[in-house]
């Protein structure tokens, strides 16, 4: 079983459309969790930390359900620059890890007028 | 505004030639990954250092790749031999020092590497 799942898409969805994607983590030790977003060709950015009481930023909602151990993003309002592939992110918990990050394989989103 | 940068950003090759990719972190940052994408396995972490040294290799080939940083401000990834299945996007991040921000990983463009 990978680490991060995450359904791959694509989902279209006209301008001005609310769009959700969830992805799920095994690992119950995972203590951060983000979104990334990468465009055709480019490198993932982040796009916003998840945390356990939920976020936004503008247009944009995470949440975080550790019991269920997964992670989801909200998009309303979806505007044509939008479309892009949404990568689901987990720091694997644990001093000797640092950094490290276990990307999911990222969901399509393509948004048309 | 500060970015990581890459080179080459495109290599094409022969098989069982030599390739090496350089990677210059953000200036301050004290992590640096190498990762490697492709449309079947997505973005896998290949390496990663922390203060220059050598953290975590395990998702690297080891007989045919090599990870160093011989300095603060360039890190490598060496394959040698190439062979086809290597063809990928290798991106190089780096994170940085301070503890809020400790998990978020800037990228830089990629090397787009093609074997023949």
């Known amino acids: 079983r990978k680490e991060v799942e995450q359904d791959p898409g694509p989902f279209n969805v006209p301008e001005g459309a609310t769009v959700a994607f969830n992805c799920t983590y095994s690992n119950s030790a995972s203590q951060s969790f983000f979104w990334y977003r990468q465009d055709c060709r480019k490198e993932p950015k982040l796009l916003m930390s998840?945390?356990?009481s939920g976020n936004e930023d503008g247009r944009f909602t995470a949440q975080l359900n550790r019991a269920s151990q997964y992670i989801s993003l909200l998009i309303r309002d979806s505007k044509l620059s939008d479309s892009a592939t949404y990568l689901c992110v987990v720091n694997i918990a644990g001093r000797e890890y640092g950094n490290k990050l276990v990307f999911g394989a990222g969901t399509i989103l393509r948004v048309k007028s | 505004d500060a970015r990581v940068t890459q080179t080459p950003r495109h290599k094409v090759t022969e098989m069982g030639q030599e390739v090496t990719m350089r990677c210059q972190p953000i200036l301050g940052h004290n992590t640096v990954f190498w990762y490697r994408q492709t449309m079947m396995q997505g973005l896998e972490l290949l390496a990663y250092?922390?203060?220059?040294?050598?953290?975590?290799d395990s998702g690297m080939p080891k007989d045919r790749f090599s990870a160093e940083m011989p300095d603060a401000t360039l890190a490598t990834l060496k394959i040698q031999p190439s062979e086809p299945r290597d063809s990928a996007v290798y991106f190089c991040?780096?994170?940085?020092?301070?503890?809020?921000?400790?998990?978020?990983?800037?990228f830089g463009p990629g090397t787009r590497l093609t074997v023949l």
């Open positions: 998840v945390y356990s």
């Open positions: 991040a780096s994170g940085p020092r301070t503890a809020f921000r400790a998990n978020e990983q800037f």
């Open positions: 250092f922390r203060n220059r040294a050598p953290l975590d």
